[in-house]
């Protein structure tokens, strides 16, 4: 997550250049918007009705906020499982009078999320490679057993025993347990890449973890739509019952634009809290990574949550449906870092996204909507999709498959910075892809199960931790194919064997990228993420439809004015009443590219 030197700053400095949306990212003096994130700033110059909010309190004084807000005459207002923390439907009144009082630390918007997946048109390869028989079958035995993942999405609805054991809870409806169901069928499909067991299409198509516990918790509507509220609760709610519920990953294929420093967003710091609490949490890195059209890169196109620090967050790679690595590339859409405002160093890992097949709900939207994406087999129905959506589940198995195999053999669990590192360390590095589009490098799930068999997490701080040999390379489509053996760490890159010893890093409570934990250690080598290199950034950094930033050389200009961006342009946030072009990338379409749907 590397932080852009001064970037934030800068971006004050130039804000009185910038016009529309890049204009909002500059936090305003003025006392009426100073607490407010980007939405609402925009909102309560032209308002609505009302707006949805989440409001950060001081400590021990939401109820007295609670009152107030009524009295203002607020449609309601619900005190959140987060401390501090109120959800509320204010009028415009009612939210200048939150801003105004003491009480309130921040105001930020409950933010429409959307799942970042959808229906195209072509075939699939699942992305386990280097974990498949001849046949078809894992070869691996570690499955997720006794490992709960929690698909936090629009629901499920499992066919003919496809799906384990799955404990399912409707958000929406005040955490309504049983009946299971998926009235939009993107969770259907997310759950079928982390744990199908394959009966249902002869063992075509498998999840990566066929053993792994399901936890399905809705919070997107047949729409794909929820609210950032209803996320957090469901967060929370797993946390609060992970050891019932044997949790050890949360998977996000969902998200929305960013309008605030990680630091305050709501969003963020509920995945946050969930990686401290010992659980590892993958998420999509969102669908903003090129034009529609062109497919030219844009860059800054990261959505929330995939700015957490201590999130997995996963881009996508498109196989080209074979199983060898060597035409392997970062998918079009997929989006790239930095993060707004940090300047964080995003994704961390990239992972099989395009045209993935798994399980579909026969009475959800996108069954009924979008037959193209339907593919058969034996007479039963299948979806085809691809996003970050589907490279998160990806993932999300072969973390199951990493804390299953640690288990298994050292009796005790990885923590999430510790799966992260190994993650990063077994990726294989694109040749043809920068830092910003493809993070540490592409999934290696053989490698990464491999590794973390043998590490044994019992052994003391500061020691050395591997039971043993490791062999740093992976065999794929008979092709030896090298581990990248590096870690991005904040703004360096950590080469050689970090990874072999129980760093301090690898800990609990730690912030991934704090330079603290390193003390004045010599880390191999001296590389950070940017090498001085203007190919990282390409030629363009987008937000809004405004160009914020060029590469002149080796120095990233922030401020740079477009007047007229059109083919390069990333468009965020037409829920909040904004005029958006037709030809812009809206926020939660679908968008037609070269005969492809791509959810916006």
């Not at 894992?138 to 629009?154: E, F, K, R």
């Not at 030896?480 to 890093?505: C, S």
Request: include cysteine.
């Amino acid at each position: 997550m590397t932080r852009l030197t001064s970037a934030a700053t800068r971006l004050c400095v130039v804000g009185a250049t910038l016009m529309l949306l890049a204009a909002a990212s500059c936090e305003r003096s003025s006392h009426t918007t100073s607490k407010l994130d980007r939405a609402l700033r925009e909102w309560i110059e032209y308002p609505t009705a009302t707006a949805r909010v989440l409001i950060r309190t001081r400590p021990g004084a939401s109820d007295r906020v609670i009152h107030r807000l009524a009295a203002r005459g607020a449609r309601w207002t619900a005190s959140m499982p987060m401390p501090d923390l109120i959800a509320a439907d204010v009028s415009v009144d009612a939210l200048r009078s939150a801003v105004r009082d003491k009480d309130v630390i921040r105001v930020s918007s409950d933010a429409v999320v959307k799942s970042l997946g959808s229906a195209l048109g072509q075939n699939l390869l699942l992305g386990t490679e280097g974990l498949l028989t001849p046949h078809g079958t894992l070869a691996t035995q570690y499955t997720g057993h006794n490992v709960g993942v929690a698909v936090i999405d629009s629901g499920v609805t499992a066919g003919d025993g496809d799906l384990g054991p799955i404990t399912f809870y409707d958000v929406t409806n005040q955490m309504k347990q049983g009946g299971n169901y998926d009235d939009y069928g993107h969770g259907t499909h997310v759950s079928g890449l982390v744990a199908s067991n394959g009966s249902f299409s002869n063992y075509l198509y498998q999840g990566v973890a066929p053993s792994a516990q399901l936890i399905e918790m809705k919070v997107l509507d047949k729409n794909g739509n929820g609210y950032t509220s209803d996320v957090i609760n469901a967060i929370n709610f797993v946390v609060q019952n992970r050891s019932r519920l044997h949790l050890g990953v949360i998977n996000l294929s969902l998200g929305h634009p960013i309008y605030e420093p990680a630091a305050s967003d709501p969003l963020v710091q509920a995945v946050e809290n969930a990686v401290q609490a010992g659980i590892v949490v993958v998420v999509s890195a969102g669908n903003f990574g090129g034009d529609v059209t062109t497919h030219a890169p844009a860059y800054a196109g990261i959505t929330s949550p995939g700015n957490a620090p201590n999130a997995i967050t996963v881009g996508a790679l498109d196989t080209n449906q074979t199983v060898t690595r060597a035409d392997d590339s970062v998918a079009w859409y997929s989006s790239r870092g930095p993060t707004w405002y940090d300047g964080f160093q995003k994704p961390d890992i990239v992972a099989p996204g395009s045209h993935l097949v798994s399980d579909v709900s026969i009475a959800s939207t996108i069954y009924s909507n979008y037959p193209g994406g339907i593919t058969w087999v034996g007479g039963k129905p299948f979806l085809r999709l691809s996003g970050t959506s589907m490279s998160a589940p990806v993932v999300s198995g072969v973390v199951a498959a990493m804390l299953d195999a640690s288990r298994s053999n050292q009796g005790a669990g990885l923590t999430p910075n510790a799966v992260k590192a190994i993650l990063e360390y077994t990726a294989l590095p694109l040749h043809n892809a920068d830092a910003l589009t493809q993070g540490a490098g592409a999934l290696n799930a053989a490698g990464a199960i491999a590794l973390a068999a043998a590490i044994d997490p019992s052994q003391p701080v500061g020691t050395w931790w591997l039971t043993r040999g490791i062999e740093t390379w992976t065999t794929i489509a008979g092709q030896t194919l090298a581990w990248g053996q590096r870690v991005v760490w904040g703004d360096r890159v950590i080469w050689g064997n970090q990874i072999y010893t129980h760093d301090p890093a690898w800990a609990l409570r730690v912030v991934w990228g704090d330079r603290v934990v390193w003390g004045d250690r010599v880390v191999w080598g001296n590389s950070t993420v940017w090498d001085g290199n203007p190919a990282v950034w390409g030629s363009r950094v987008v937000w809004g439809d405004i160009l914020i930033g060029q590469t002149n050389g080796t120095t990233v200009t922030w401020g740079s004015l477009s007047g007229n961006v059109t083919a390069d342009r990333v468009v965020w946030g037409d829920l909040q009443g904004l005029n958006i072009a037709p030809t812009s990338l809206s926020w939660g379409a679908l968008e037609r590219a070269n005969g492809d749907l791509v959810a916006r």
